[in-house]
């Protein structure tokens, strides 16, 4: 069962031929098996998830379903879920109980999803790696002593694995795809205000996208059509019509008008990972597409941009991490700023430390306008060059990341080199835009992640451009040999 | 040598709003502690804002009756510093684009008219409060009234002096509390200021360095606080010395004001725009529909009340200075079918005299201004005097009802047969041989003084009840 796809299960229980319960026990069960090598989880909710799993099969008795009814699936512990604890990753919220529901994490409900549990996830969702977790790192399926990348890492790891058929994600800077590419699974970055944001624990307010990790770009429209909507709660929401995101799976390429931007296919990207991708691109043109160069000039500005942007909102967004509320308090505070001083100090790990710092800095009287300024002068540059883009063409292409999954260790006290595993990725969140990766091939036994980014609320048509890639291709299929 | 106080200041007023500018809890005054915090009020994790259009719709109102040009687009902005009663380690404020541009506002001091420009009017929300009293070794936090609309109104540095800057305030009072965007209750804190103080030598271009003073919450507290910084500063002045740029705080208690912190302990409060929150746009035809609902103004209302009602341009002041005032004048003026000029003789006299007394609002007088107008209705017909009146007055001030009932109970109905009167005359007259002989021996123009004594005496065999204007005549008839 592990090795369906969403749809496919869908089908199933449509069909009757396996129930909620089943479906859900046979996922605890591997959760059970994989996890504790994975650590893709950091909080199961078996007794929970069963109780929902029966109640989805009391609804499907009574036609009372959507088509994700009875299905298991996992939350990044950044969405807020009344009665499960949600730690965003950190030692700060270990502790941390949200009164409320997440918009995403209600309307999955309400479709009737079965929740099985919190996925792992770097520190406030900051990190590319998953090292940052205060739960441990996340083991790549793929190969032992690999990061699974990040910081959706948990939900990445254990879709690709087959512990749980879809788990959702958020997306600042690239953490649903770059996690996607290096665990070779199907991931979804919506226009930012597609999905609501209320009730998703804020890292970067104007950049963060929840979105869906699924095995197949199918499953996606499907999780799609649940979590996307207008949220009065969230004043960046957009009022759009809704649309159902799997009627246009099947629609043709031909005529396809594929822009490959030069500044995508440079040094920094991996020479073997660039066959890969050239590969993909073949498969695309067998489709019907045509392809063509284009220029994003001021992508190479998109890093520097983006780590003054993300930081400057980090730092005032986990202000409120205070120990005064909620959360991690320091032992017997001497006074307010012992308070302070050490419940930040001891409750947060370094590299959310760095980034407030950075952020602090880059907001600081005098520094404002050649930091903060400058980079929002960056983004609408960025902006500008995608909009020309898509005045040329119909979908931009290249490849998620410059390189496979990395070692565990490898990037951890440089940085920098971990900052640029997102250098393909960052200028779509600064740009709002929606994006996609899906698996297109392997180096060395570890999956190569292609890129799909689309105009503002195109999510349709990159779905469509998946889907029919994934017919004629079956790298979304694999299992990692340990887990099948 | 001679110094100008230059005097600029910051009103925080809060919007009488039902709601909380960026969370649906309520913003009622004086709740248990934290009975009215939400979890946006808390700042929980993954809780957003969203802004409630009435606040803003309120803050156009205030621009539109200040002449301010009011924002096309204005920006949210957070405020970063680091407080317990703050619950999200910023404070969503207006920075560089606020809602409200430059206006101005007319003040009156000593009958003379001054201009006071306004800077700008930003939206904010208020932050919790710190409570130190009655937790050993503890601080409670009660988070009510965070998230409190408030609207900051910064004036240019206009003023100079106390007098003015009370002057202003007052005024900004009665303008918001005339639009009905704030119920300006100074004691539970709805409207406060700040004020930002220097002196320069008289004839000087340049400002001098400036202290502000913060939490200040009544016309009064404005004055002392100021007039006291005043002297402190110039003190420091003769004396060769320089001011500090810093925030003191008043106490009202000792009268004093003492350093909360200089400039170099300032706050980097690492301004930006808030992500979590869109642009306000207004457009032209909301600014259009909300200035043709505006209601008449304090300075309009004091237009009419002296071309209708041939009042003072004193009188139409300080009537028109509470709308509460001005409305009770009004109602007055119809209960006793005109008669405008006595009615508000009475309200500026006996009224707010009783007012002040009993520590009242206009809003809770006992006496209502129906009553009044009713009771001022006996004086013109001739049923009581106006001395009389005062007893008829206290008498409804203490809950006895109504004039006409509090005149029949008492007796007090004037007495006006000129029958019964005239004996009484005829009596005094009769009482007083040596007086009436002194009248008839003086001239004309001393006799106009002497009648005063039988008037007196008549007045004290009827209790007062005696028509004056009927005595008057019969005794001047008879004697």
Known sequence: MYRQTLSELSDALVQKRISSVELTQHFIDRINIHNPVLNSFITVTVDA?????????????????????????????????????????????????????ATVVEQLNNAGMVILGKTNMDEFAMGSSNETSYYGV???????????????????????????????????????????ALCGITGLKPTYGLVSRY???????????GGPMTRSAEDAALVLNHMAGFDPRDSTSVEQPAIDYTDNLDNDLDGLKVGLPKQYFNESLDSEVA???????????????????????????????????????????????????????CDKPRDLLDLYCRTRAEGFGREVKRRIMIGTYALSAGYYDAYYLKAQQIRRLLQQDFKNAFTDVDV??????????FSIGERTEDPVSMYLSDIFTVSVNLAGLPAMSIPAGFKNGLPVGLQLIGNYFQESRLLNIAHRFQTITDWHRRIPEAFQ | MEWETVIGLEIHCQLATRSKIFSGASTTYGAPPNTQACAVDLGLPGVLPVLNREAVTMAIKFGLAVDADIAERSVFARKNYFYPDLPKGYQISQYELPVVGRGHIDIEVDGTLKTIGITRA????????????????????????????????????DMRSAAEAVAYMKKIHSLVTYLGISDGNMQEGSFRCDANVSLRPRGEETFGTRTELKNINSFRFVEQAINHEVERQMDILEDGGSIIQETRLFDPDRNETRSMRTKEEANDYRYFPDPDLLPVVVDRELLVALQSKLPELPDQK?????????????????????????????????????????CANWIMGELSAALNRDDRDISNSPVTADMLGQMIKRITDNTIS??????????????????????????????????ELEKLVDKVISDNPQQVEQYRNSPEDKQKKLIGFFVGQLMKATAGKANPQQVNELLRRKL
């Open chain 1, 49 to 101: 998830a069963m109780e929902q799993a029966r109640a989805a099969d009391a609804k499907r008795a009574r036609d009372e379903t959507t088509p994700l009814t009875g299905i298991p699936m996992a939350h990044k512990d950044i969405f807020c879920t009344s009665d499960i604890r949600t730690s965003c990753g950190s030692k700060m919220l270990d502790n941390f109980i949200a009164p409320y529901d």
């Open chain 1, 138 to 180: 996340v083991t790549n399926p793929w190969k032992d002593n690999h990061v699974p990348g990040g910081s959706s890492g948990g939900s990445a790891a254990a879709v690709a694995a087959g512990l749980i058929p879809m788990a959702t994600g958020t997306d600042t800077g690239g953490s649903i795809r770059q996690p996607a």
């Open chain 1, 199 to 209: 009730g998703m624990i804020a890292f970067a307010s104007s950049l963060d996208q």
């Open chain 1, 275 to 329: 066959v890969v991708i050239d590969n993909a691109i073949r498969e695309l043109e067998k489709l019907g597409a045509t392809i063509s160069d284009i220029e994003l000039p001021n992508a190479h500005l998109s890093i520097p941009a983006y780590y003054v942007i993300a930081p400057a909102e980090c730092s005032s967004n986990l202000s409120r991490y205070d120990g005064v509320r909620f959360g991690y308090r």
């Open chain 1, 396 to 405: 931009i292409v290249g490849p998620t990341t410059p390189d496979v999954a």
């Open chain 2, 122 to 157: 930003h939206l904010e929300e208020d932050a919790g409060k710190s409570a130190h009293e009655g937790f050993a070794d503890r601080t409670g936090i009660d988070l009510n009234r965070a998230g409190t609309p408030l609207l900051e109104i910064v004036s240019e540095p």
């Open chain 2, 302 to 342: 004091r237009q009419r009340f002296m071309d209708d009602y041939g009042l003072s341009r004193y009188d139409s002041g300080v009537l028109t200075a509470q709308r509460a005032l001005a409305d009770y004048f009004e109602n007055c003026v119809q209960s006793a079918d005109g008669e405008a000029k006595l």
């Open chain 2, 386 to 419: 106006g001395k009389i009146a005062k007893q008829v007055f206290e008498g409804m001030w203490n809950g006895e009802g109504n004039a006409d009932r509090i005149i029949s109970d008492r007796g007090l109905k004037q007495m006006s047969d000129s029958g």
